[in-house]
């Protein structure tokens, strides 16, 4: 599954550098596919839409750090554990419930962020 930042965020913004695929948004800006990415040209989203790469997209949290889903691979090819929930200060980077995927699912969402 997907990590989330729940309510319980201070806003210190320590797990936005740690994130190897740019999932980490300050709220309230704007993300884009091809933020910290190798996609440049289209990509798909997992609701099936295409969108250009440098598309910008709304913040998911106007008040809060957040964690795009697309973008988010729990850090499967890249770490042993989730980075940010590592770096958290106050423990809020959790799994999403909603959010549950296979490891082959998160590995191939980062072969197709970083190809
Ligand atoms: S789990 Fe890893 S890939 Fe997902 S948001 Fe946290 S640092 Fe980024
Ligand atoms: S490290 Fe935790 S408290 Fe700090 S910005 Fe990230 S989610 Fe929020």
Partial sequence: MAI????DCINCGACEPECPNNAIYEGGVEWAISDGTAVSDEYTLEDGSVVPAKA?????????????????????????EPQCAA?????????????RESQE???????????
Avoid: M, N, Q
């Fill in 4 to 7: 989330i930042i729940t309510e």
């Fill in 56 to 80: 910008k997209h709304k913040p998911v949290s106007d008040e809060l750090y957040y964690i795009v889903p697309d973008k988010c691979t729990e850090c499967v090819g890249f770490h042993e």
């Fill in 87 to 99: 770096v958290c200060p106050v423990d809020c980077c959790v799994p999403d419930p909603d959010r």
């Fill in 105 to 115: 699912a998160l590995l191939a969402r980062k072969d197709r962020l970083h190809l």
